[in-house]
C-alpha cells in the first residue's frame, strides 16, 4: 500500500509538470552537477546510468 501511494503522488506530480508550461531549467542554471550526483551517490548508494546522469 505504500508503495502504491507513492506512485500515484509521483504521477500527480509528473502530470502536474507537464501541464505547466514554465521553463524550469534557468533555476538549475547554478547547480554543481558533480557534487550534487556525487551526495546522491553518498546517500542512496545507487550508481546511475550516463543517461541518466545528463538528463
Known amino acids: 500500500m505504500p508503495f ?7 504521477a500527480v506530480s509528473l502530470l502536474r509538470l507537464l501541464s505547466d508550461r514554465a521553463d524550469r531549467l534557468p533555476h538549475f542554471a547554478d547547480v554543481d552537477w558533480g557534487k550534487a550526483l556525487a ?3 553518498a546517500r542512496t548508494g ?3 546510468a550516463p543517461e ?3 538528463a
Not at 4 to 10: D, F, G, K, P, V
Request: aromatic content about 6%; charged content about 30%; glycine content about 0%.
Open 46 to 48: 545507487a550508481d546511475l
Open 52 to 54: 541518466q546522469e545528463q
Open 39 to 41: 551526495w546522491l551517490k
Open 4 to 10: 502504491h501511494r507513492a506512485e500515484q503522488s509521483l
